[in-house]
Nanobody, 124 residues
Framework: QVQLVESGGGLVQSGGSLRLSCAAS????????IGWFRQAPGKEREGVSC????????YDADSVKGRFTISRDNAKNTVYLQMNNLKPEDTAVYYC?????????????????WGQGTQVTVSS
């Protein structure tokens, strides 16, 4: 069964840090680009960061550039999102997704497999 499972979310104060993990089961992540997306209540889903299959290329949304870092460990079949200097506006459910994409992209339509999400709440 193909599955992506996010973990690492929680409640943190403004300026704090969290590291999200996205673990795959039933398939190997090494053949897929991975994207992190988030959705806050009443807002549209937003692309956050993405990483190529090899990890050699990444792309971050302007809203998180310089604060979030995406990385991957294909040997562990896991992708990470290190989030530093968190702000209240980062509060959302965070999802990871896997897709066979040629270039790094934050278009959700390019991703085929999605996790169930993990809640991140940043208090002011």
């Amino acid at each position: 069964q193909v599955q992506l499972v996010e973990s690492g979310g929680g409640l943190v104060q403004s300026g704090g840090s969290l590291r999200l993990s996205c673990a795959a089961s039933g398939f190997s992540l090494e053949y897929y680009a991975i994207g992190w997306f988030r959705q806050a209540p009443g807002k549209e889903r937003e692309g956050v960061s993405c990483i190529s299959k090899s990890g050699g290329s990444t792309y971050d949304a302007d809203s998180v550039k310089g604060r979030f870092t995406i990385s991957r460990d294909n040997a562990k079949n896991t992708v990470y999102l290190q989030m530093n200097n968190l702000k209240p506006e980062d509060t959302a459910v965070y999802y990871c997704a896997a897709g066979v994409v040629v270039t790094t992209t934050l278009s959700p339509y390019e991703y085929s497999y999605w996790g169930q999400g993990t809640q991140v709440t940043v208090s002011s």
